[in-house]
């Protein structure tokens, strides 16, 4: 925004100029009519001259004094007009902040209920984690307990197997037995009967 003073300065001045300068030339004619009356030598010629002189004088302070008075009216209402641009500009950065700071409250409330957001479904994500690593390790026992079994069984097994053959063998080992017995058995009625023949 450009500064108040720095609105319209030439013509100021020169108007302060020209103003000036016809103060210090009714100043410079008073002197020069009042030294031209005394080199004259006569009184009345000095009286009238000194009589000019004030009032040149006094027109060069009036003029001055305007001056002045108009350089002050206009500072002020510089001022004034700067004051007022302040306020404006003040007035507008204000809003500017409030909007500002509204957008910030808004962008953090968004960010807070992300946030909300993501430690329920953290919260949620672990509570699904949990149940699933308590039920990877009760599936875990349950296999353990299951291979265990099947180890148990395993060596049933082999133990049934064994117990198996040698069933077989025994039952084998039996049969020859029996086999045997019966071939005595045979030859044993078959010398008896002989001898009660």
């Known amino acids: 925004m450009p500064s108040p003073q720095s609105r319209a300065p030439k013509a100021r001045r020169r108007q302060r100029s020209t103003r000036l300068t016809v103060a210090v030339a009714l100043i410079v004619i008073?002197?020069?009519v009042v030294l031209g009356a005394v080199l004259s030598g006569s009184w009345l010629l000095v009286a009238v001259a000194a009589?000019?002189?004030v009032v040149l004088g006094a027109a060069a302070t009036r003029?001055?004094?305007?001056?002045l008075m108009e350089?002050?009216?206009?500072?002020?209402?510089?001022?004034?007009?700067?004051?007022?641009?302040?306020?404006?500009?003040?007035?507008t950065r204000t809003a500017e902040h409030a909007e500002f700071s509204a957008a910030m409250q808004a962008r953090i409330d968004a960010h807070e209920h992300s946030i909300s957001e993501l430690e329920v479904a953290l919260t949620?994500?672990?509570?699904?984690?949990?149940?699933?690593t308590r039920k990877?390790?009760?599936?875990?026992?349950?296999?353990d307990v299951a291979?265990?079994?099947?180890?148990?069984?395993?060596?049933?097994?082999?133990?049934?197997?064994?117990?198996?053959?040698?069933?077989?063998?025994?039952?084998a080992e039996?049969?020859?037995?029996?086999d045997v017995l019966r071939a005595e058995l045979d030859a044993w009625l078959s010398t008896g009967v002989r001898r009660h023949a």
Do not use: C, F, P, W
């Open 30 to 32: 008073s002197a020069l």
């Open 51 to 53: 009589v000019l002189g």
């Open 63 to 67: 003029i001055t004094h305007s001056e």
């Open 71 to 91: 350089t002050r009216r206009e500072a002020a209402r510089d001022r004034a007009e700067q004051a007022q641009a302040y306020r404006d500009l003040t007035v």
């Open 124 to 132: 949620s994500a672990q509570k699904r984690a949990a149940e699933a």
């Open 136 to 143: 990877m390790n009760a599936e875990a026992r349950r296999a």
């Open 147 to 171: 291979e265990t079994e099947g180890r148990d069984v395993t060596v049933r097994l082999d133990e049934a197997e064994e117990r198996a053959a040698e069933a077989i063998v025994r039952v």
């Open 174 to 178: 039996l049969e020859q037995e029996i």
